[in-house]
């Protein structure tokens, strides 16, 4: 007769897997930490004013037009009535040029937004007088930035064609009357003269390279680099 093998014990669960509980925990609590150190010195105004901001967009209405409460930036610059923050006002200008965002583009720069105008839409070619469509788009983004403490600088840029006539020598006369037409306009829609700055650049600041490497000029790059462009920034108190 054969003995009986022996009987195996019984192991129970296997616990071996506690590691990578507890590594995950760990790894929770850090994160935890790494988060209320973030958040410690947050400005409860300037939260609560982001996330109205934010809630607001997401459910497609009007950004709401308040100052951040408790920021030093907003208590520096008076108003007529509400102050919109640059992130707000970024928001509204969006909602209003919406229909021409292919032609129109905001971008958020740290002290400012910038409105890129292209030219082949707001003038002729050679000219600085504006166009039918450049008033009707102006005119829908005029009143977010008069009487909430802006200023603007309006900038006029040229590609690197030169342009030789009786009323613009060269790029430098025809960017600048670009721009200075759009502070007419905003002028003459009631926005004060004296915070408004305007600059003619000609081709110093392109966009993108007006030619390739060989010299030859790339047309698509050139159009881009015409344009004119504001930039919105809180007007400094005396």
Known sequence: MNPLPPRKKNRGPDNSTWALSFADMMMLLMCFFVVMLGIAKVDQGRYEAVSDILAEAMKGKAAPSRAMEGDPQSSRFPVEGRKKNLFALQLELAKLIDQDAETVSLRMRPDAVAISLPSTVFFRIGEAGLTARAREILSRIVAPLTGHGYRLTIEGHTDDIPIRSARYPSNWELSSARAASVARYFI???????????????????LVPNRDESGNPIVENQSRNRRVTILVRPAPTA
């Open 188 to 206: 003459g829609e009631g926005f004060p003269r004296d915070e408004i700055e305007i600059k003619g650049l000609a081709d110093t600041e392109p």
